[in-house]
């Protein structure tokens, strides 16, 4: 199977920064990578998919992109309510698989 | 409005069985594939199962095939996870989520939680 990894586990900003979290996978993927967003106590929001397109709804400040086995997720100017846990997700194989999350707080 | 419901968790011992539900509303639920995924106490997230639009195609994560069976009513828009032979290392908080657009999950139930512990 395929195995995403996550970095940093927890990243500390302050309002205002702009900030990336990456994802590795362990073999290539291609675009099929999806970002989600998790507070605690909530389901996961979907924010990005295809690498780059941005789910309906969700603010531009964030993006994606990347290609093969490399991908990241930035945010461009942090709002209060983006601190929370990421999660990026390959859907390349049948089996999907998750990283292990960054946890964004403030610093 | 779009909306999952899961239902059936609790306190369950190693070795037992449950099953869990997922009621869909608000969309065509005969017109997606659907998925489970779950997420132990304090870790990740971690996809378990997932069954294609008419229930003839069903894919499991390695750790749970054999044990755990997905499947769906279409008429009752309703999605299914039997898990069978429980193992404390299931539990976690199951999610069920609409899958659109081949494995990304735009829609997400508020979870039900499975304890195994004696």
């Known amino acids: 199977d395929i195995q995403m990894t996550q970095s940093p586990s927890t990243l500390s900003a302050s309002l205002g920064d702009r900030v990336t979290l990456t994802c590795r996978a362990s073999?290539?993927?291609?675009?099929?990578l999806a970002w989600y967003q998790q507070k605690p106590g909530k389901a996961p929001k979907l924010l990005i998919y295809?690498?780059?397109t941005l789910e309906s709804g969700v603010p531009s400040r964030f993006s994606g992109s990347g290609s093969g086995t490399e991908f990241t997720l930035t945010i461009s100017s942090l709002q209060p309510d983006d601190f929370a846990t990421y999660y990026c997700?390959?859907?390349?194989?049948?089996?999907?698989?998750f990283g292990q999350g960054t946890k964004l707080e403030i610093k | 409005e779009v909306q999952l419901v899961e239902s059936g968790g609790g306190l369950v011992q190693p070795g037992g069985s449950l099953r869990l539900s997922c009621a869909a509303s608000?969309?065509?639920?005969?017109?997606?594939?659907m998925n489970w995924v779950r997420q132990a106490p304090g870790r990740g997230l971690e996809w378990v199962a997932n069954?294609?639009?008419?229930?003839?195609?069903?894919y499991y994560v390695d750790s749970v095939k054999g044990r755990f069976t997905i499947s769906r009513d279409n008429a009752k828009n309703s999605l299914y996870l039997q898990m069978n032979s429980l193992r404390a290392e299931d539990t976690a908080v199951y999610y069920c989520?609409?899958?659109?657009?081949?494995?990304?999950?735009?829609?997400w139930g508020q979870g039900t939680t499975v304890t195994v512990s004696s």
């Open positions: 069954i294609k639009k008419d229930g003839s195609e069903k």
């Open positions: 073999q290539t993927i291609r675009s099929w």
């Open positions: 295809k690498t780059s």
């Open positions: 608000g969309f065509t639920f005969s017109n997606y594939w």
């Open positions: 989520a609409r899958d659109f657009y081949y494995g990304v999950m735009d829609v």
């Open positions: 997700q390959q859907y390349s194989s049948y089996q999907y698989t």
